[in-house]
């Protein structure tokens, strides 16, 4: 949001200033500038949604930091100055107008304001595309859906969205209850079983958003985290072309090999990659998942050694997910097999 | 004192004394004898029985060390908690024990040390500053601390055994239902914490009644310590929000044991159930927590400032309204489950209407030191210290109550940050303040004032260098209960910072327990006196049996305003200046305007409640751990203590059934009816129960709510309604014989005890018929608990009452046997009168759920 862009920025200084995070005031370019990967604040915001909220944010902190100073003023005023110069704070006047009267005031200018911020986050344009999201312990199963609600294209741990136009966003859960949380482009939603919680929001301009989920939910609730991926109508549309198509077919010996011991393995009881024998549900779809950036929801970069390893020894980075760790593969075996995920674009 | 005549009495009596005329002083000096034979009676047990007293001076100090003791243990476990969080990617301890931690951090902060320490404080300050001799009813504070002694101490060993709970403090079911808490971890936090807070409802019950009946004669409401107030409004808090908990507890544990499906959304029933319920209790608990310690701070700034708080009549108004406002506010813990935008703009809205009585306690405490000259000594610090965390914890929780910041906050280090900086700065300030304030009242030398310091300048500056960081890393988005985080996230740093403040914190800790080590001497028989010039009772000079004579008040800071009041109290010149009774005794007085009424005769030391307390804590253990057989034992051990301990009570007139406790002011030695404690007490305790009765009603309409369908449509799948019929002509019928007792026991003795005996008797197979109706009608039906949320909580609704009229069938025979050995007549009748007022509330709440199961559903066509 332009208008908070400055805010945004002061907020990056102090951040830094601090040792933490220098990542936050680089501007991101491109679709794969990586730049956003690893910010997730609620103060670098690149939607209309979540700008609102920074704005609001800031106009509260700059309001409370006011208020503090004049508490801490006023005690030290009762404490310190000449007893006639404070009388004036002695009688049920100076209660009532700054225990009862200010705060009456200004509260009931901040909730006006949070109603009319309410009302312009929730309602909004009909949205260019629905997508459902449902948590799993710890990952998020993503389908694209249509109007009828059928669905069209699964995925999972990262959502690809076009820039400009809202999403509707349909959040289900498949166990226990979850939270879909996207900071810098909106605030979160529960996802609560037996209900299911609609938001809308969009993406001002292309990148790569991190999430998390919010909810405690078990053993590696730390652990389940996923991408929004916004991209210009154009490239989202080519995106989806290929992602609504079946898995690539190998083309070099060595992963076609791969692609065999996926399936000797018995790797499609849990997982589908469409276009092959594999159509598990139980595990998240791996179709396309050498075009995601990350595996393990979110947890380890996408590349051939983190697949490896993730192939092993899931439990041992992930203690207690459903995936269990392959140590009876080694070497060439282990190798194909990553480099057949990988190759899967 | 000077010679004063009080003309027409002070008394609030049904005899005819009521306008007798009171002459006071008493004559001095005090005959020979009486003061040896006050303390004789007084005098706690020795050696190993030391742990049968039930003086609150003893059980007061005792209380708050087991609750300070908890505080340290959940402190270390949040040290333990930091230290894994130092780093990005740190391997400390695995996912699993982090888990428990967080969960037992947070549940033994708010369950074993933040409420019971407020209460505990109150068992022991409460009849120190109303100028009674104890709490009216001793044994009930001494089982509530033992059972909460024994039951935590258990509760925290399950962290030894890996068997430590780790859904979280607030158990958001369904991760912690049977599917996917298979484990007994989760049956510890329900069935120890639904435990303990029975403890916490009995200490509320106790306080009360002791703020309303027991104050110096002449306390009338206007001139109440703030504290006293403050204790009222925590302690009817305790009695409206505690039964939501139980009942949530209660709800998933049979979820959990029989698979009842009151929360699993497939079956009918619903996770935000839970959520209700659980927030209900929740916010109220917040207020619960910071009230009693906003009392203190009442009464610390006043007497630091050596002037009176300013605007009283304000502070009492924001205290009420904070507690009716409290109930209010629950939804804001739930913004971002998706409920409709109507519902969270009033909860927003009511959420920060909540701030306006903080503020103007903030600021009368303001004026008062702007009246007088503050005294900067270590409690002052520690208030100051409160005055700037608790400040800045209300403004962030203002900006949390705003819908769409806490889309963002929620759930994040901001709210962690957030909720540390209000309990903290709003409870465990005001609480240390209290320690180096009130010591000098328990312990024969006052803590120290350099160790003080020390400890304050590590607290505060620990806290908000660990604390303040948290507001920025939640902004950064970094997500609470999380065990590890990625390095690349960048909240290492910030981490850090947090960390090595927390261990600021417990540096500071550490140097306080060292100071209480090395001064803190209680239970000499003395103690170091009133070293602040303070203006309130509790400073008057006592010992274990508190002031030597009762005095009359006319002003809030009696010691300021009455001059020699406390050489006129020790050397007698009061009322009640031995033990007139011969026994342990103190004065109950009008709960409005404190006249006196009668005199209570208190027991002394105990063995039984402190069985029964350890016998309650085995069986609530022993069904944790499944040990069915032993915790069957225990619990019919446990209420043998019971009854034990209740026979004692109730003791009738003493020898003299009026007795001139000075001045010429003559009270009954008994009283029965609503002049009674114990009839305030079965109030109290009525609605505790309505108020758990309330929230299974509530349950049914909010399951059907959100599952309409699975209601029965037509009468088919109800049972006949002659069930429901015959189940209330029974209810009626044992409330008329209990009624038809109740008169003819106002003839005995003049005629025979057996009409009462017989009515009594029968009126228990008639009011376990009606409940066993109810059953079987249900069973005539398809229905079946574990069918569906309408199944489970129609039944449990049977249940509950099923339990209920247990109870009765047990106090009904208890009130014959109390007959049959003569315990029980036309004056002496208070067992029944309890036994008779709950019965009657029983069947009542037995009409009011046939009403909702049979009619409701039959209206819907």
């Given at each position: 949001?332009?208008?908070?862009?400055?805010?945004?920025?002061?907020?990056?200084?102090l951040?830094?200033?601090?040792?933490s995070?220098?990542?936050?005031?680089?501007?991101?370019?491109?679709?794969?500038?990586?730049?956003?990967?690893?910010?997730?604040?609620?103060?670098v915001?690149?939607g209309?949604?979540?700008?609102?909220?920074?704005?609001?944010?800031?106009?509260?902190?700059?309001?409370?930091?006011?208020?503090?100073?004049?508490?801490?003023?006023?005690?030290?005023?009762?404490?310190?100055?000449?007893?006639?110069?404070?009388r004036?704070?002695?009688?049920?006047t100076?209660?009532?107008?700054?225990?009862?009267?200010?705060p009456?005031?200004?509260?009931?200018?901040?909730?006006?304001?949070?109603?009319?911020?309410?009302?312009?986050i929730?309602?909004?344009e009909?949205?260019?595309?629905?997508?459902?999201?449902?948590?799993?312990?710890?990952?998020?199963?993503?389908?694209?859906?249509?109007?009828?609600?059928?669905?069209r294209?699964?995925?999972?741990?990262?959502?690809?969205?076009?820039?400009?136009?809202?999403?509707?966003?349909?959040?289900?859960?498949?166990?226990?209850?979850?939270?879909?949380?996207?900071p810098?482009?909106?605030?979160?939603?529960?996802m609560?079983?037996?209900d299911?919680?609609?938001?809308r929001?969009?993406?001002?301009?292309?990148g790569i958003?991190?999430g998390?989920?919010?909810?405690?939910?078990?053993?590696?609730?730390?652990?389940?985290?996923?991408?929004?991926?916004?991209?210009?109508?154009a490239?989202?549309?080519?995106?989806?072309?290929?992602?609504?198509?079946?898995?690539?077919e190998?083309?070099?010996?060595?992963?076609?090999?791969?692609?065999?011991?996926?399936?000797?393995?018995?790797?499609?009881?849990?997982?589908?990659?469409?276009?092959t024998?594999?159509?598990?549900?139980?595990?998240?779809?791996?179709?396309?998942?050498?075009?995601?950036?990350?595996?393990?929801?979110?947890?380890?970069p996408?590349?051939?050694?983190?697949?490896?390893?993730?192939?092993s020894s899931?439990?041992?980075?992930?203690?207690?997910?459903l995936?269990?760790?392959?140590?009876?593969?080694?070497?060439?075996?282990?190798?194909?097999?990553?480099?057949?995920?990988?190759?899967?674009? | 004192?000077?010679?004063?005549?009080?003309?027409g009495?002070?008394?609030?009596?049904?005899?005819?004394q009521q306008?007798?005329?009171?002459?006071?002083?008493?004559?001095?000096?005090?005959?020979e004898?009486?003061l040896?034979?006050?303390?004789?009676v007084w005098?706690?047990?020795?050696?190993?029985?030391?742990?049968?007293?039930?003086?609150n001076?003893?059980?007061?100090?005792?209380y708050?060390?087991?609750?300070l003791?908890?505080?340290?243990l959940?402190g270390?476990?949040?040290?333990i908690?930091?230290?894994?969080?130092?780093?990005?990617?740190?391997?400390l301890?695995?996912?699993?024990?982090?888990?428990?931690?967080?969960t037992m951090h947070?549940?033994?902060?708010?369950?074993?040390?933040?409420?019971?320490?407020?209460?505990?404080?109150?068992?022991?300050?409460?009849?120190?500053m109303?100028?009674a001799?104890?709490?009216?009813?001793?044994?009930?504070?001494?089982?509530?601390?033992?059972?909460?002694f024994?039951?935590?101490?258990?509760?925290f060993t399950?962290?030894?055994f890996?068997?430590?709970?780790?859904?979280?403090?607030?158990?958001?079911?369904?991760?912690?239902?049977?599917?996917?808490?298979?484990?007994i971890?989760?049956?510890?936090?329900?069935?120890?914490?639904?435990?303990?807070?029975?403890?916490?409802?009995?200490?509320?019950?106790?306080?009360?009644?002791g703020?309303?009946?027991?104050?110096?004669?002449g306390?009338?409401?206007?001139?109440?310590?703030?504290?006293?107030?403050a204790?009222?409004?925590?302690?009817?808090?305790?009695?409206?929000?505690?039964?939501?908990?139980?009942t949530?507890?209660?709800?998933?544990?049979?979820?959990r044991?029989?698979?009842w499906?009151?929360?699993?959304?497939?079956q009918?029933g619903?996770p935000?159930?839970?959520?209700?319920?659980?927030?209900f209790?929740?916010?109220?608990?917040v207020?619960?927590?910071?009230?009693?310690?906003?009392?203190?701070?009442?009464m610390?700034?006043?007497?630091?400032a050596q002037?009176?708080?300013?605007?009283y009549?304000?502070?009492?108004?924001?205290?009420?309204?904070?507690?009716?406002l409290?109930?209010?506010?629950?939804?804001?813990?739930?913004f971002t489950?998706?409920l409709?935008?109507?519902?969270?703009?009033?909860?927003?809205?009511?959420?920060?209407?909540?701030?306006?009585?903080?503020?103007?306690?903030?600021?009368a405490?303001?004026?008062?030191?702007?009246?007088?000259?503050?005294?900067?000594?270590?409690?002052?610090?520690?208030l100051l210290?409160?005055l700037?965390i608790?400040v800045?914890?209300?403004?962030?929780?203002?900006?949390?109550?705003v819908?769409?910041?806490?889309w963002?906050?929620?759930?994040t280090?901001?709210?962690?940050?957030?909720?540390?900086y209000?309990?903290?700065?709003?409870?465990?300030?005001?609480?240390?303040?209290?320690?180096?304030?009130?010591?000098p009242?328990?312990?024969?030398?006052?803590?120290?004032?350099?160790?003080?310091?020390?400890?304050?300048?590590?607290?505060?500056?620990?806290?908000?260098?660990?604390?303040?960081?948290?507001?920025?890393?939640?902004?950064?988005?970094?997500?609470?209960?999380t065990?590890?985080?990625?390095?690349?996230m960048g909240?290492?740093?910030?981490?850090?910072?947090?960390?090595?403040?927390?261990?600021?914190?417990?540096?500071g800790?550490?140097?306080?327990?060292?100071?209480?080590?090395?001064?803190?001497?209680?239970f000499?028989?003395?103690?170091?006196?009133?070293?602040?010039?303070?203006?309130?009772?509790?400073?008057?000079?006592?010992e274990?049996?508190?002031?030597?004579?009762?005095?009359i008040?006319?002003?809030?800071?009696?010691?300021?305003d009455q001059?020699?009041?406390?050489e006129?109290?020790?050397?007698?010149?009061?009322?009640?200046?031995?033990?007139?009774?011969g026994?342990?005794?103190?004065?109950?007085?009008?709960?409005i305007?404190?006249?006196?009424?009668?005199i209570?005769?208190?027991?002394?030391p105990?063995?039984?409640?402190?069985?029964?307390a350890?016998?309650?804590?085995?069986f609530?253990?022993?069904?944790?751990?499944?040990?069915?057989i032993?915790?069957?034992?225990?619990?019919?051990?446990?209420?043998?203590?019971?009854?034990?301990?209740?026979?004692?009570?109730?003791?009738?007139?003493?020898?003299d059934?009026?007795?001139?406790?000075?001045?010429?002011?003559?009270?009954?030695?008994?009283?029965?009816?609503?002049?009674?404690?114990?009839?305030?007490?079965?109030?109290?305790?009525?609605?505790?129960?309505?108020?758990?009765?309330?929230c299974?009603?509530?349950?049914?309409?909010?399951?059907?709510?959100v599952?309409?369908?699975?209601?029965?449509?037509s009468?088919?799948?109800?049972?006949?309604?002659?069930?429901p019929?015959?189940?209330?002509?029974?209810?009626?019928?044992?409330?008329?014989?209990?009624?038809?007792?109740?008169?003819?026991?106002?003839?005995?003795?003049?005629?025979?005890?057996?009409?009462?005996?017989?009515?009594?008797?029968?009126?228990?197979?008639?009011?376990?018929?009606?409940?066993?109706?109810?059953?079987?009608?249900?069973?005539?039906?398809?229905?079946r608990?574990?069918?569906?949320?309408?199944?489970?909580?129609?039944?449990?609704?049977?249940?509950?009452?099923g339990?209920?009229?247990?109870?009765?069938s047990?106090?009904?025979?208890?009130?014959?046997?109390?007959?049959?050995?003569?315990?029980?007549?036309?004056?002496?009748?208070s067992t029944?009168?309890n036994?008779?007022?709950?019965?009657?509330?029983?069947?009542?709440?037995?009409?009011?759920?046939?009403?909702?199961v049979?009619?409701?559903?039959?209206?819907?066509?």
């Amino acid at each position: 949001m332009r208008r908070s862009r400055f805010l945004a920025a002061s907020l990056s200084c102090l951040t830094a200033a601090i040792g933490s995070i220098s990542a936050a005031s680089a501007q991101p370019s491109a679709i794969l500038d990586r730049a956003l990967m690893w910010i997730q604040s609620t103060m670098v915001t690149y939607g209309p949604s979540a700008g609102a909220i920074e704005t609001l944010s800031w106009i509260m902190f700059i309001g409370g930091t006011l208020i503090f100073l004049l508490v801490l003023g006023l005690t030290a005023f009762a404490m310190f100055a000449r007893p006639e110069r404070r009388r004036w704070m002695t009688n049920r006047t100076f209660i009532i107008s700054l225990g009862i009267v200010f705060p009456v005031v200004t509260l009931t200018a901040l909730l006006i304001y949070g109603l009319i911020l309410n009302r312009t986050i929730v309602t909004g344009e009909p949205p260019a595309l629905r997508i459902e999201v449902v948590g799993e312990r710890w990952w998020w199963r993503v389908h694209y859906v249509d109007a009828e609600g059928e669905i069209r294209l699964v995925s999972a741990n990262e959502i690809r969205i076009p820039t400009g136009r809202p999403i509707e966003f349909v959040l289900k859960t498949q166990d226990v209850i979850h939270s879909f949380w996207v900071p810098s482009l909106a605030g979160k939603l529960d996802m609560i079983p037996g209900d299911v919680n609609v938001t809308r929001f969009s993406a001002d301009r292309p990148g790569i958003y991190r999430g998390q989920c919010a909810e405690y939910c078990g053993e590696q609730h730390a652990l389940m985290a996923f991408y929004v991926v916004a991209m210009p109508q154009a490239e989202f549309d080519a995106w989806y072309a290929v992602e609504a198509g079946p898995a690539l077919e190998p083309t070099i010996p060595f992963i076609a090999r791969g692609r065999e011991l996926f399936i000797e393995n018995g790797c499609g009881a849990c997982h589908t990659v469409r276009g092959t024998p594999a159509d598990g549900v139980i595990g998240p779809d791996l179709t396309h998942i050498g075009s995601r950036l990350s595996i393990a929801a979110g947890t380890y970069p996408n590349n051939i050694g983190t697949l490896a390893g993730w192939i092993s020894s899931a439990q041992h980075l992930k203690p207690d997910n459903l995936m269990p760790s392959f140590g009876n593969l080694q070497g060439e075996e282990l190798r194909a097999i990553a480099a057949y995920l990988e190759s899967l674009k | 004192m000077s010679d004063t005549t009080y003309e027409g009495g002070i008394a609030d009596t049904r005899a005819r004394q009521q306008d007798t005329p009171v002459h006071l002083p008493n004559s001095t000096p005090r005959p020979e004898g009486e003061l040896e034979r006050l303390k004789q009676v007084w005098r706690a047990p020795r050696g190993f029985h030391f742990l049968s007293a039930v003086n609150n001076n003893y059980v007061g100090v005792w209380y708050v060390g087991a609750a300070l003791l908890f505080f340290v243990l959940a402190g270390a476990l949040a040290l333990i908690i930091r230290t894994q969080l130092a780093q990005p990617e740190f391997r400390l301890i695995g996912h699993d024990l982090y888990n428990q931690l967080f969960t037992m951090h947070g549940t033994i902060m708010m369950f074993l040390f933040a409420v019971p320490m407020v209460e505990a404080m109150g068992v022991y300050l409460l009849p120190n500053m109303q100028a009674a001799r104890d709490l009216p009813f001793p044994r009930l504070s001494a089982y509530a601390f033992w059972a909460y002694f024994i039951g935590g101490t258990a509760f925290f060993t399950s962290l030894f055994f890996g068997l430590a709970p780790n859904g979280g403090w607030f158990m958001y079911p369904p991760l912690t239902s049977y599917k996917y808490s298979p484990g007994i971890n989760a049956d510890f936090w329900l069935l120890g914490i639904g435990f303990i807070e029975i403890s916490a409802i009995a200490g509320a019950i106790e306080i009360i009644v002791g703020i309303l009946k027991t104050r110096a004669p002449g306390q009338s409401l206007d001139k109440l310590p703030i504290y006293s107030w403050a204790m009222l409004i925590f302690a009817l808090m305790i009695v409206f929000a505690f039964p939501a908990i139980i009942t949530a507890t209660l709800l998933l544990e049979i979820e959990r044991a029989f698979h009842w499906p009151f929360f699993i959304a497939e079956q009918g029933g619903d996770p935000l159930l839970w959520q209700h319920l659980f927030w209900f209790f929740g916010h109220p608990e917040v207020y619960v927590i910071f009230l009693p310690a906003a009392g203190m701070v009442s009464m610390m700034v006043p007497t630091m400032a050596q002037t009176p708080l300013s605007g009283y009549r304000l502070v009492v108004l924001a205290i009420i309204a904070t507690g009716f406002l409290s109930f209010g506010l629950w939804v804001h813990h739930m913004f971002t489950t998706g409920l409709p935008t109507l519902s969270l703009n009033f909860f927003s809205a009511a959420s920060m209407a909540v701030a306006i009585p903080s503020g103007i306690q903030v600021f009368a405490w303001i004026s008062t030191i702007a009246s007088g000259k503050l005294q900067m000594r270590t409690p002052t610090y520690f208030l100051l210290g409160f005055l700037f965390i608790f400040v800045l914890g209300g403004l962030t929780g203002v900006m949390v109550a705003v819908v769409p910041f806490d889309w963002q906050a929620h759930d994040t280090y901001f709210v962690v940050a957030h909720f540390h900086y209000v309990l903290i700065g709003g409870m465990v300030f005001p609480i240390f303040a209290a320690f180096y304030y009130w010591a000098p009242t328990a312990s024969s030398r006052p803590l120290s004032e350099t160790l003080g310091k020390w400890v304050f300048w590590l607290m505060f500056i620990g806290v908000n260098v660990t604390f303040f960081t948290m507001h920025i890393t939640g902004l950064m988005g970094m997500p609470r209960r999380t065990y590890t985080y990625i390095a690349e996230m960048g909240w290492g740093t910030l981490n850090m910072i947090s960390t090595l403040g927390s261990y600021m914190i417990g540096l500071g800790v550490l140097i306080f327990l060292v100071d209480l080590a090395k001064n803190f001497r209680p239970f000499r028989g003395e103690n170091a006196g009133n070293v602040w010039n303070a203006g309130t009772l509790e400073w008057l000079p006592s010992e274990n049996y508190q002031t030597r004579s009762i005095p009359i008040i006319t002003s809030r800071e009696p010691i300021w305003d009455q001059p020699n009041l406390a050489e006129d109290v020790k050397a007698g010149r009061y009322f009640l200046p031995g033990a007139q009774t011969g026994g342990r005794e103190t004065i109950i007085t009008s709960p409005i305007d404190a006249r006196p009424q009668y005199i209570l005769q208190l027991p002394g030391p105990s063995w039984p409640t402190v069985l029964a307390a350890l016998f309650t804590a085995c069986f609530f253990l022993g069904l944790t751990i499944k040990l069915y057989i032993p915790a069957l034992v225990c619990g019919i051990l446990a209420i043998a203590f019971v009854i034990w301990w209740l026979w004692g009570s109730d003791p009738g007139p003493a020898v003299d059934p009026e007795i001139d406790v000075g001045g010429g002011l003559v009270l009954p030695t008994y009283m029965t009816g609503s002049m009674s404690h114990s009839w305030w007490a079965m109030i109290v305790l009525i609605l505790v129960t309505g108020t758990v009765f309330a929230c299974l009603i509530f349950s049914y309409f909010f399951l059907w709510t959100v599952n309409p369908d699975i209601w029965p449509r037509s009468g088919e799948a109800l049972p006949w309604f002659g069930w429901p019929i015959g189940a209330a002509l029974l209810y009626v019928a044992s409330s008329a014989l209990i009624w038809f007792a109740g008169r003819r026991l106002s003839h005995v003795p003049e005629r025979s005890s057996w009409p009462t005996r017989i009515a009594l008797i029968l009126a228990v197979p008639l009011i376990l018929g009606a409940v066993s109706l109810e059953v079987l009608g249900q069973l005539s039906t398809e229905v079946r608990p574990t069918d569906s949320g309408y199944g489970a909580v129609v039944y449990m609704l049977s249940s509950f009452q099923g339990f209920f009229v247990t109870v009765l069938s047990v106090m009904a025979l208890y009130t014959v046997a109390r007959s049959l050995t003569g315990r029980l007549n036309r004056v002496r009748r208070s067992t029944f009168d309890n036994t008779h007022l709950f019965w009657h509330y029983g069947v009542a709440q037995g009409l009011v759920a046939l009403v909702v199961v049979h009619i409701f559903p039959r209206l819907l066509g």
